[in-house]
């Protein structure tokens, strides 16, 4: 058996591989990279009976990965780099190769994989974490079940300038409710519900239109979409809604929240 673990900034990940085939899953907080990666350990051990014995290697990745230099309770430790845990995995997840992953956390990164190898095309610093920033500030929450919550009767109109409002003619392919400016409009009444749909919206577009990018660069009409991130429902909405402006397809594998853990695990197999 070997155990992945993905060390975030702010959530840890760890999976269990036997025979190539993902057979446990936890996630768990702590506030240092070496509480993260013992207590995620023991949790997986723990909460589904697994002796350490039967555990041949550990292997780590993430944020925190670096900040761990010895073998975890005796158990021989290595260290992925993150983008080949992304690229690994994705593959794995969706069962195909050469294809484009955009991966959502704190913030993005976006990675071609395939037979050519893996590699980092770009990202941005727009994530998770800028949602949850920005409603810390403008809600005022951090807290992701509220922020879902809100944004589930917020109206866009009340923050976001579309492109309705500043002209009755269509622009390209784009309707008048396509989203002109991000808090471009911002009106009085705007109400919390209001904000935390545009934060969602913004972060979810910017990611999107940059995803797009990617792969019509790489020629790819599908974009994978892993990640803690990929499980936001209102972003997936979002995404949706790129699709048919641009006609680039995205998916959203089963487990797509592991995926680094998932790629570190099988990296070693």
């Not at 036997?18 to 240092?32: F, P, S, W």
């Not at 705007?190 to 749909?197: F, G, Q, S, T």
């Not at 990929?230 to 997936?236: E, F, K, L, M, P």
Request: glycine share 14%; net charge negative.
């Amino acid at each position: 058996m070997i155990i992945g673990i993905d060390i975030g900034s702010t959530t840890t990940k760890a999976v269990s591989i036997e025979d190539g085939k993902v057979t446990r899953k936890i996630k768990t907080k702590a506030l240092d990279a070496v509480t993260s990666a013992t207590g995620a350990l023991g949790k997986i051990v723990l909460e589904n009976g697994i002796q350490i014995n039967t555990i041949e290697k550990i292997v780590i990745t993430g944020a925190g990965a670096s900040k761990i230099n010895n073998d975890i309770f005796g158990i021989p430790t290595d260290r992925v780099n993150e983008i080949d845990a992304i690229g690994i995995g994705g593959m794995f997840l969706s069962g195909m190769r050469n294809i484009i992953i955009t991966n959502i956390g704190t913030g993005t990164v976006i990675i071609e994989a395939g037979d050519m190898g893996i590699y980092h095309f770009g990202g941005s610093g727009v994530g998770g974490g800028t949602i949850f920033g920005l409603a810390k500030k403008l809600i005022p929450t951090d807290e992701i079940r509220d922020i879902m919550e809100l944004a589930k009767t917020g109206k866009i109109s009340n923050v976001d300038l579309l492109l309705g409002d500043i002209t009755d003619a269509g622009l390209s392919f784009l309707s008048g409710e396509t989203t002109a400016s991000n808090f471009g409009k911002m009106l009085d009444i705007a109400a919390p519900n209001d904000i935390a749909l545009a934060i969602i919206n913004m972060v979810y577009q910017v990611i999107g239109v940059l995803s797009v990018f990617a792969a019509r660069a790489k020629g790819s009409e599908r974009v994978i979409v892993t990640g803690r991130g990929s499980n936001n429902v209102i972003g997936q909405r979002v995404l949706s809604e790129i699709t048919k402006m641009y006609g680039i397809d995205f998916f959203y594998p089963e487990s797509a929240e592991y995926t680094t853990a998932i790629g570190a695990g099988l990296s070693r197999t």
